[in-house]
């Protein structure tokens, strides 16, 4: 079964967009990583990414990498996530990536890996330190073991590699809203650039497309849901968490501000 897959497909035939929340397990609390994936599912995430925590995190901004310091902190491995996830699967039928740094996953080992992703239930991975060009041995391991992989696109790809990377991506592809680190955001830059960039991607892709970096408010989700498939929410959640006093705290904060954010 191809859970991404399926649900682009559902969400295209209503015409509905995805809401796509980024978790970093454990946090904030150790033994939070389950309750957290399932109320995110009740409060209406469309599918979850859940962040392979590593000590150098390149594409995150400050809090992000405090999550993940958090995370390691409260024993968090790739392990650990797998048996969260497999649980998970138990009950639901959400789909879930993992968004992670090549550094683990290659100690992990490739086939390793993937064939455990595959046994837990993990739908897709994201590699944001991983060029295209050099994810051969990846991107193979990954469709013997039927895992879905997903590319970024930056707003300074050109046309010609938008289309490489809509080909390379298995079901969606990644579109970072602006250049930089991942952190919640005011604004997203202007209007202009933001429906040129996203006009172009639109322009040179077959596959659905989710834009994130950046989104942390309502307006922010409407405004990219005009072009994209999908709006990627992580460093706001992540600071909704993490001002949260309690576990059950946690829990109600996260599932109200992500209904807040399909409020137009």
């Known amino acids: 079964m191809n859970r991404i897959r399926e649900k682009f497909a559902q969400l295209r035939s209503t015409g509905a967009k995805a809401l796509i929340p980024y978790m970093t397990p ?12 399932h ?24 809090t992000i990498q405090h999550s993940s310091e958090v995370a390691l902190r409260n024993g968090v491995t790739i392990e650990f996530i797998l048996d969260v ?6 009950t639901s039928q959400l789909p879930v990536l993992l968004m992670g740094y090549i550094n683990p996953i290659v100690r992990f080992g490739f086939d390793r890996f993937f064939d455990s992703c595959r046994s837990a239930g993990v739908d897709g991975l994201i590699v944001p330190d ?3 060009e050099e994810s051969a041995g990846l991107t193979a391991a990954s469709r013997r073991f039927g895992i879905s992989n997903v590319f970024l696109i930056a707003p300074t790809t050109a046309d010609a590699r938008i289309r490489e990377i809509d080909e390379r991506s298995t079901d969606f592809s990644y579109c970072v809203s602006i250049t930089g680190v991942t952190g919640a955001r005011t604004q ?5 650039a933001l429906d040129q960039f996203l006009g172009r991607v639109r322009k040179n892709t077959k596959k659905p497309f989710v834009v994130g970096f950046g989104i942390s ?20 959640l ?18 109200d501000f992500l209904r807040s954010l399909r409020l137009s």
């Open 26 to 37: 454990e946090f904030p609390f150790k033994g939070i990583t389950g309750r957290l994936l």
């Open 39 to 62: 109320s995110l599912e009740t409060a209406g995430a469309d599918l979850v990414e859940v962040g392979i925590p590593f000590s150098d995190p390149l594409a995150d901004g400050e």
């Open 85 to 90: 996830v497999q649980q998970f699967r138990r």
């Open 130 to 132: 991983l060029p295209p």
């Open 188 to 192: 997203l830059g202007s209007d202009a």
């Open 217 to 236: 408010r309502a307006e922010h989700v409407q405004r990219v849901w005009k072009h994209a498939d999908g709006a990627v929410v992580g460093s706001s």
């Open 238 to 255: 992540i600071n909704v968490l993490g001002g949260a006093a309690s576990e059950e705290d946690a829990l109600r904060s996260a599932a």
